[in-house]
């Protein structure tokens, strides 16, 4: 089982440790492995929950507590981790006394299945230790109450100074810890051990993202407030330069358009596409076309520019984005775009997976002035937007 160095305190004389309990079954998540290990948004359940607590600033230790035939499964947290009971009482005690060997002024126990807790909830609770020998985070509750038999109401329940309690749950340590040890017979939570032992315990506000995920159908609300919590939204932008050389034709965003001239290039010189391929590389910080598709590489002559932004799509999709939107603007005095942007719209949208309301083609002129203006070639500008969620 391993160890890892104790973190400094931060923003507080007092050290704070965590007990995560992670030694349950969790039948009710439905058959496969415990909960626990279990995925969730790209890690397993256990990952976001330690992650909460090794990365707050408060916190200077964090022990999980976790079940010996897992070994497979925790060997990697690189955390002291600790053998747990046949019951949620001897998994905490047996975690608090891990901490004897360096006992902290306070502790957090937290069930390892609420994996969506927040640094603010943690803050809460651990700040409440200032005023009292315990805290715990609870939700004041708003609904009728029933009492019920054999599917029928039997009465209502008064729901004053009810609360549906959370965790983290925080103690002065060494008072939980003698607390668990003299406790006998069983407890709901650390807080029916501490009322046991005497111990007063404040409450503070809890959140209702923090859900405790017991059946299947909890993991997915759990996956969308972690997800909802970690947005990434990316911009990207792209300029290409194209000029004119004789011909009768110009493809512009995959479309071919008749014109007295042509545009030059080592592909099909598709200016439009290519600022946009640009752009959405650039949101990924992914160089340009000229990166992953060099000129140099006599394969690409003449290319049909659609297999760039086909690529450059696929790795959005790969990195976990999705395209957001995209707005092209064609530079140039001629050939007119106005007459083909719908159709314009309409094959970028096909070759990007988009609706074309996604899609945004138009264009300008430069008043004549530069190359544009000159009718030397087309300028094109575009932007990308990339949405992680």
Known sequence: MNTSPNKQTNNSSKTTAAVIVAAGRGT????????????????????????????HPLITRVIVVVNPLDLNHYASFGLQCVAGGTTRDASVRAGLEALQDAPPDQVLIHDVARACITESCITKVIMALNDAPGSAPAIAITDALWRGENAKVVHSHPRDGLFRAQTPQGFHYNAILTAHQNHTGTALDDVGVAQAAGIDVSIVPGDEDNLKITTPDDFARAEHIIQRG????????????????????????????????ALKGHSDADVGMHAVTDALYGAMAEGDIGRHFPPSEAQWKNADSAIFLDHAVKLATQKGYRIGNIDC?????????????TLM???MAQIMGLRPDQVSIKATTSERLGFTGREEGIAALATATLVKS
């Open 329 to 341: 603007t064609l530079i140039c005095e001629h050939p007119k775009i106005g007459p083909h942007a």
């Open 230 to 261: 970690k947005m990434d939204i990316r911009l990207g932008n792209g300029f290409d330069v194209h000029a004119f050389e004789d011909g009768t034709s110009v493809t512009l965003c995959g479309v071919n358009i008749p014109h007295t001239r």
């Open 28 to 55: 009710r998540a439905g058959a496969g492995l415990p909960k626990q290990w279990r995925p969730l948004a790209g890690q397993r359940v256990a990952d976001w929950t330690v992650q909460a607590f090794t990365n």
């Open 345 to 347: 719209m309409d094959r």
